[in-house]
């Protein structure tokens, strides 16, 4: 049993990638909410994935337990601490301990399930996400990606940031000069966020949208092939962390020291406000404060983008 929200799904992937290395052999059911489900449609030796849905009175775990109750269960992994698999028959079970609540979510879930090592995330993809993927890239110059959104709206950066970092890293002077701009984001989120502007301002023949037009793990597929990535804390993030690109991850209103992108091509750039001072001001209301990214600047963030660059070029050289 894994995450509902698609960024802490990704991360603990790497829990599943121990678990296969460690038995090649065995069978995998998965249980998971709707929208980190996609995500491990080509887990190998995957027999399901049981999409939990929310219902009132808790009684999504009944349902759940009502799939799994009927069967011996080699080994159940609880990430959600559920107590559901103390009610179901298994040889090992492992459910989620606290661990260092002040280290990274990656390094917590090894931690409270008691690996040997720290499991790296990792996601499986089948030839289809590739072949969409090159689809959707075409050919060009390189690709750098862009994600303006998140899943909510105190962790937007400013859509006229965006724009304007754009421009500066596609420009002569730029990483990234002449390259396209791939704009990625969910479904819906066209309109209702700032992914439409940003795509309207790059030029029709550097611009790719990527804008509710794939699942996630084509999204997966297009963020391997790109040259770099930025955008906001989100599920997206920890994608294109997890295929290998650069990536910088843009943090305010969320700890960076938990949740930013993990691995070694990978770099935060954060508000110079800190953490416990946005989100703990008298007049905040997560249900109305608007973006409390403000205070970062695209001087700040394309600073952190050209070290990244460059820290990157010096590891493939």
Not at 160 to 168: G, H, K, M, P, Y
Not at 186 to 206: F, K, N, W
Not at 226 to 242: P, Q
């Amino acid at each position: 049993m894994t995450s509902t929200r698609i960024g802490d799904a990704v991360l603990s992937t790497g829990i599943l990638s121990w678990l296969l290395r460690r038995s090649p052999d065995i069978r995998v059911t998965i249980a998971c909410g709707p929208d980190a489900a996609p995500l491990f449609e080509s887990v190998p030796n995957l027999d399901r994935v049981i999409v939990l849905h929310k219902r009132k009175y808790r009684l999504h775990w009944l349902k759940l337990w009502g799939s799994c109750a009927y069967r011996y269960w080699h080994e159940v992994v609880d990430l959600r601490r559920s107590g559901l698999a103390y009610c179901l028959l298994a040889g090992r079970r492992r459910i989620l301990g606290r661990g260092d609540e002040q280290a990274h979510r990656v390094v917590q879930l090894a931690q409270g399930l008691g690996l040997d090592e720290v499991a790296n995330p990792l996601l499986w993809t089948g030839v289809e996400h590739d072949r969409r993927a090159l689809a959707i890239l075409g050919k060009g110059p390189p690709v750098i990606a862009v994600a303006p959104t998140a899943n909510w709206r105190g962790k937007l950066w400013p859509t006229r940031n965006f724009i304007e970092l754009a421009q500066r890293m596609t420009s002569p002077t730029g990483i990234l000069p002449g390259a396209r701009v791939a704009v990625i984001a969910g479904p819906g989120e066209r309109e209702r966020t700032v992914a439409a502007p940003v795509l309207m301002s790059i030029p029709e023949d550097r611009r790719i949208d990527v804008v509710g037009k794939a699942d996630l793990l084509t999204v997966f597929a297009v963020l391997r092939r790109c040259a770099f990535f930025v955008g906001n804390d989100s599920g997206i993030m920890h994608l294109a962390a997890t295929s290998g690109a650069p990536t910088l991850g843009l943090f305010g209103p969320s700890r960076a020291e938990h949740y930013a992108p993990w691995g070694q091509n990978t770099a935060v750039a954060k508000t110079p406000i800190a953490y416990e001072d946005l989100v703990g001001g008298p007049d905040y209301d997560h249900r109305t404060t608007g973006s409390l990214m403000e205070s970062l600047t695209v001087d700040d963030v394309e600073q952190a983008a050209r070290d990244l660059w460059s820290r990157c070029r010096a590891q493939s050289a």
